[in-house]
C-alpha cells in the first residue's frame, strides 16, 4: 500500500505533528472526501506500507523528522511543489530563498532522487506571461538541478471553484487566459521548458495532462509511481492505475490520509480547497492528538 499524503493538503507543512503520533501509533483514520459518514481505518505500520509519498510546498517542519522515520523502515520520497509566483498567488508560502534551501537541504539528507520538483500548475496571464515563465523556470532550473533528477509540470485547470477563488485577483490586475490548452505561447512554452530542463540534467514529465506533448519532449508521468518506488528500493507489486482520479492522470493505487479544505496556504488556484476560510477555521481546530486529521470519528463497520 502507498500513502500519499496528500493531495488534500500539505501534511508536511502543517500537520506534521499530528502525522509523527499517528504513525507512532500505527494507523490513522481517514474520511471518505465526498461521503464523509464512511471513515476507514488505515494502517501506518512500516510493515504494511510500500512507500510514503509527500506533497508539499514546505516540507521543512518535518525535516528534523526525517531520522525517526528512516530508524522505524519507511520508505518515502518528496513531491515539492517550488514556482516563483507573486503572493498573491500564493499568499502563505515562504519566501522563495528559504524554499529553496529547504529543498536542497532535503535532497542532502535524501538523494537527488527521492524529492522531485513539481513546477506546478503553470498559469499564463498578463502578469505571469510565457517570459515570465521562461525566466521563472530556467531560473529554478539552475538553482534545483543539482538537487533533484525530475521535475513535474501540469498546466492550470480552471474548475468553477477555481474561476471563483481566482476572481478577485482580477480587480488586482490579472486577467486569465482560460483557454489555455489550445494556446500557441503554451506549446511554445512548454518546448522551451523540455530543452531548459533537458540541458540541465532533467527528466520532465506532465501531470495528468489530457493532451499527449510527448512531441514537445514532455512525457506524461505519474505522481504515485510504482516504478519509481520499484526502482529506488526494489519493492515489485502489481501497481495499479487509480481509477478514482481524474482520467488524465497515471497515478497508481493508493490512500490518501488528507483532507480537503485544509491547507492554509491559501493558494487561490487550489484545487483541494474551495473555501479559504473553511480551510482556516478547520485548521484552527486541529488536535495533533486526534486519530483523523480533524477529530476522532470511528471506523465505518
Not at 503572493?87 to 524554499?99: A, D, G
Not at 535524501?110 to 530556467?138: C, E, K, M
Not at 514529465?205 to 505522481?223: K, M, S, V
Not at 501497481?239 to 497508481?252: L, S, T
Amino acid at each position: 500500500m502507498i500513502i500519499s499524503a496528500s493531495r488534500r493538503t500539505d501534511i508536511p507543512a502543517f500537520y506534521s505533528e499530528w502525522l509523527l503520533n499517528r504513525i507512532r501509533a500505527g494507523f490513522c483514520v481517514v474520511r471518505h472526501p465526498f461521503r464523509p459518514e464512511r471513515v476507514s481505518r488505515v494502517s501506518l505500520r512500516p510493515e504494511d506500507v510500500d512507500a510514503i509519498v509527500f506533497w508539499s510546498k514546505n516540507p521543512k517542519p518535518l525535516l528534523p523528522h526525517l531520522a525517526e522515520l528512516d530508524r522505524m523502515g519507511f520508505r518515502y520520497y518528496f513531491q515539492f511543489t517550488l514556482n516563483d509566483y507573486s503572493s498573491l498567488l500564493e499568499p502563505k508560502v515562504p519566501p522563495l530563498s528559504e524554499r529553496i534551501e529547504t529543498f536542497r537541504a532535503l535532497s542532502r539528507v535524501l538523494g537527488r532522487g527521492r524529492v522531485i520538483w513539481r513546477y506546478d500548475p503553470v498559469i499564463l496571464t498578463n502578469i505571469t506571461d510565457s517570459a515570465y515563465h521562461r525566466q521563472s523556470f530556467q531560473g529554478l532550473c539552475a538553482q534545483l538541478a543539482d538537487h533533484t533528477e525530475r521535475v513535474m509540470v501540469s498546466v492550470v485547470d480552471y474548475y468553477r471553484k477555481t474561476i471563483r477563488n481566482l476572481k478577485r485577483l482580477e480587480a488586482e490586475g490579472y486577467r486569465f487566459e482560460r483557454r489555455l490548452k489550445a494556446n500557441l505561447d503554451l506549446d511554445e512554452l512548454l518546448s522551451f521548458m523540455a530543452k531548459t530542463a533537458t540541458r540541465s540534467g532533467l527528466e520532465i514529465f506532465t501531470c495528468a495532462e489530457e493532451r499527449d506533448y510527448t512531441e514537445l519532449g514532455i512525457r506524461p508521468g505519474r505522481c504515485l509511481d510504482g516504478e519509481l518506488i520499484e526502482k529506488l528500493w526494489g519493492v515489485k507489486r502489481p501497481w495499479k492505475k487509480d481509477r478514482g482520479q481524474r482520467p488524465a492522470c497515471g497515478c497508481v493505487v493508493s490512500k490518501d490520509i488528507g483532507e480537503t479544505d485544509s491547507c492554509i496556504h491559501h493558494c487561490p488556484y487550489c484545487y483541494a480547497t474551495k473555501d479559504q476560510q473553511l480551510a482556516k477555521g478547520k485548521h484552527e481546530l486541529h488536535d495533533p492528538l486526534s486519530t483523523a486529521l480533524f477529530g476522532n470519528p470511528e471506523p465505518s463497520p
